[in-house]
């Protein structure tokens, strides 16, 4: 079934930013059976639903590129994404990143999606709070981000049977296991390491990472 042009204005106002089923149903309000209509919508492709009751609007209505930063951000929350996806931003790692990870404060989750799969790694509020930058994007949207420094923390931390007990190791660890271009990290970074220190997890291995970036 197509839809009416009157319905296709209705769904690009969201742009490509996820929203939920009550908002759906509420700019459907002239339709007896909304849920039907939403169904409908699905079956034709111009709504992707990213889990139950959150949904996007199709690449193929509104012509724009879906951020999966965003869609991560809205997924599961409170979160910021972080690890590879942070560092393949910021330019850190070579590497081309598939899965969408972020930290959040909630339990641990994943989410196969079909716009790709998220994982959440959890981690207390103290460490949480840490180190997170808003990235603005053509003043249409934002979302929440690690800082180049907290990324390299989150990856430390969430990586079980990590340990690097000397800078050397720290070292190795980054420029041939990660492939991250030391020069390119800023100092000011270290602050925010020094953070994730005092938040008291994995200290010993932070305090390496902290000792490498500043000498």
């Known amino acids: 079934m197509n839809i009416k042009r009157g319905d296709m204005t209705v769904l690009e106002q969201f742009g490509i930013v996820p929203f939920d089923y009550i908002t759906l149903k509420n700019v459907l309000g002239g339709y007896r059976y909304p849920g039907n209509k939403v169904s409908k919508m699905e079956q034709s492709g111009e709504l992707i639903r990213l889990k139950k009751g959150l949904f996007v609007v199709s690449p193929k209505m509104h012509r724009m590129t879906i951020s999966l930063d965003l869609i991560a951000n809205h997924l599961y929350g409170p979160s910021y994404v972080s690890f590879e996806n942070a560092l393949s931003f910021y330019g850190l790692i070579p590497e081309r990143v598939h899965n969408t990870r972020s930290m959040t404060l909630k339990r641990a989750r994943s989410f196969a999606t079909p716009l790709g799969n ?8 103290d460490y949480f709070r840490i180190g997170i930058r808003q990235e603005i994007v053509s003043d249409s949207f934002a979302y929440l981000i690690a800082s180049p420094g907290k990324a390299i923390c989150d990856l430390i931390v969430a990586t079980p049977g990590l340990r690097l007990q000397s800078v050397k190791a720290m070292q190795i660890y980054l420029e041939e296991d990660l492939r991250i271009e030391l020069s390119a990290i800023e100092k000011s ?13 994995k200290k010993t291995e932070l305090t390496q990472l902290y000792k490498l970036l500043e000498r």
């Open 189 to 201: 970074e270290t602050q925010i390491i020094s953070a994730c220190i005092d938040a008291g997890i």
């Open 118 to 125: 998220f994982d959440y790694i959890s981690a207390p509020q």
